[in-house]
Nanobody, 120 residues
Framework: QVQLVESGGGLVQAGGSLRLSCLAS????????MGWYRQAPGKQRELAAR????????EYADSVKGRFTISRDTAKGTVYLQMNSLKPEDTAVYYC?????????????WGQGTQVTVSS
């Protein structure tokens, strides 16, 4: 029902910035959780940031807090991740994620991922 496509990844020098975008085909609701996960080689996928609902609370991983900013436009079906002061350890594949609440379906939607590489 929902397909997610990420864009905005690339190669950047340490200290630089990137803005990731995720566009959903299909309807996104205000109660959907929208967020970004990342997975580095040899490591488990981890949550980078998420917005619990439209206008709701925002959560960041300790490793990105103060450097990354997540935002969403539910009506447009988009979620963004502004990444500043990038570090080599931020290198990973970044995945857009949408979670639909259990009261509806408990569905978990994922994009294909976009590569972010930060050079020293």
């Amino acid at each position: 029902q929902v397909q997610l496509v990420e864009s905005g990844g690339g190669l950047v020098q340490a200290g630089g910035s990137l803005r990731l975008s995720c566009l959903a085909s299909g309807t996104i609701f205000g109660f959907d959780v929208m967020g970004w996960y990342r997975q580095a080689p040899g490591k488990q996928r981890e949550l980078a940031a998420r917005i619990i609902s439209d206008g709701g609370s925002i959560e960041y991983a300790d490793s990105v807090k103060g450097r990354f900013t997540i935002s969403r436009d539910t009506a447009k079906g988009t979620v963004y991740l502004q990444m500043n002061s990038l570090k080599p350890e931020d290198t990973a594949v970044y995945y857009c994620n949408v979670k639909r609440p259990p009261m509806w379906s408990s569905r978990d939607y994922w994009g294909q991922g976009t590569q972010v590489t930060v050079s020293s």
